[in-house]
């Protein structure tokens, strides 16, 4: 079992930037393909970004490519997702995710675990 609590989320204007952290606990965080999601209000939850147990490779959605950056540290047993150049599009609530995996990451994430989710409001 793995929790998963994700934190950083807040209201930021279009242009700007903020840094999401999802802190694990439970069992080998190190062995995890971690990854983000997102669900803005009337649409389905929609893949963001990957990255391997390693933290060796990562993926992107086409969305985002460019703009958000993932990252991990194992020692802390947290992954992390810097977003730049944010759009009143990327509003949604972000979700961390895990999949018990040792694969390089070049597809999304399949979770085996979710977190609660966190708010990110990009005004216009």
């Known amino acids: 079992q793995v929790q998963l609590v994700e934190s950083g989320g807040g209201l930021v204007q279009a242009g700007g930037s903020l840094r999401l952290s999802c802190a694990a606990s439970?069992?080998?965080?190190?062995?995890?393909?971690m990854g983000w999601f997102r669900q803005a209000p009337g649409k389905e939850r929609e893949f963001v970004s990957t990255i391997s147990w390693t933290g060796g490779s990562t993926y992107y959605a086409d969305s985002v490519k460019g703009r958000f950056t993932i990252s991990r540290d194992n020692a802390k047993n947290t992954v992390y997702l810097q977003m730049n150049s944010l759009k009143p599009e990327d509003t949604a609530v972000y979700y961390c995710?895990?999949?018990?995996?040792?694969?390089?990451?070049?597809?999304?994430?399949?979770?085996?675990?979710w977190g609660q989710g966190t708010q990110v409001t990009v005004s216009s």
């Open positions: 995710a895990a999949e018990g995996t040792q694969v390089q990451m070049t597809r999304p994430l399949r979770p085996n675990y």
């Open positions: 439970g069992r080998a965080f190190s062995s995890y393909a």
